[in-house]
């Protein structure tokens, strides 16, 4: 006869994992808008309606948590950075530029706040914990590989010429649109989105006069 | 006879201004390393050697001592920004170059670490508090104003060729200079700094083939 109390492991697993999901998506969005060391444990397992005592079972301690917090912004670049890359109905120079626009969007809808989880994560704990600042900068290194992918697939099809590799330029339009998002935070307008956007996509990758690299 | 009790007011006023100025110039230290929430008033208090509850004759509370350090970093920045337009021995683009390398040597003196007091602050206190955004964004024209002018300079000189207004430039050099510290503080090197001065003063800024504008 079957227990039914001896539910099969992978049923245990797969409950852990959707509830260590709801605290991670919780905690994303708290973490997102009110910083890491300003958020508490308790206000997370609140909003994910998790007893107090359970965060333990999923998490070693709150550096863990904020760990796998950043594998979970990650995820969502990496998903993003797909999309892209699979896209190949439009010009890759266009994809880079919608890529840009899609986060502009969402700042627009969300008041010019927030701003972006990888950039602040960067700022409030480069300094304080060694394992979260190898963390972030593999992220960056994740979002710059489809940045310069689509840059390489625009540079060899002629819509864009710079003078620079394509990893520099990746990194300097990644590390430039971190800066613009921080501005964006102190005008509260998306000013500073479109500044960028028009000097990388107008001015400094040449999209007009693009001609083969001298 | 003299009541050497009741000292003269303005005694009283330089004592309080200059017990002011060390909590701050405390304050911008530990805040700078620590970030503002993280930092406890206590904590500042000792290390300015101020008894604990003296805080509030100087403060009116947390916040109001958070907008005199703001104050506090913004005076920095303009003194520095007078130096450099002061100097008339050196070409502008130099001088503006020169800006951007000293903070260079100070974060590689201090192991990457900080970052700029007011990119810090922006992405902490943004959405937070309004008082501060506002102050933050006052501090962001007040540092665009010189690196306009220097850009200005240049530009009639003929040291550098753009296509976009004296202003437009500054804001995207200064916000993509804070782009670059950010990152800093992921690679925890000073790669970001040393690309960003490579892309802005040898390929956007033209100075090599410099022309009048067409």
Known sequence: MLDYNRRPVYYNTM??????????????????????NHTGIKEILDAAGVPKGSFYHYFRDKEDFGLSL??????FF???AQELLRDKDNPA?????????????????NSCELGCPIGNMTLEMGDISPAFRVKLE????????????????ARQKGEVSFRTSE????????????????????????????????????TILNPSSAFPDT
């Open 138 to 153: 593999e992220i960056f290194l994740m979002i710059r590989r489809p940045v310069e992918a689509l840059l390489a697939e």
């Open 70 to 75: 950043l594998d979970y912004y990650a995820g």
């Open 15 to 36: 409950l852990r994992a959707s509830k260590k999901l709801t605290i991670l998506d919780k905690g994303a969005q708290i973490v997102h808008k009110k910083g890491f």
């Open 93 to 109: 120079l266009e994809r880079l530029k919608m890529f840009f626009d899609s986060f502009h969007d969402f700042f627009e809808a």
């Open 167 to 202: 990893r520099e330029m990746a990194d300097f339009i990644i590390n430039s649109w971190e800066g613009a998002i921080l501005r964006m935070k102190a005008q509260k307008s998306t000013e500073a989105l479109e500044l960028f956007n028009r000097m990388i996509f107008t």
């Open 78 to 80: 990496a998903q993003k």
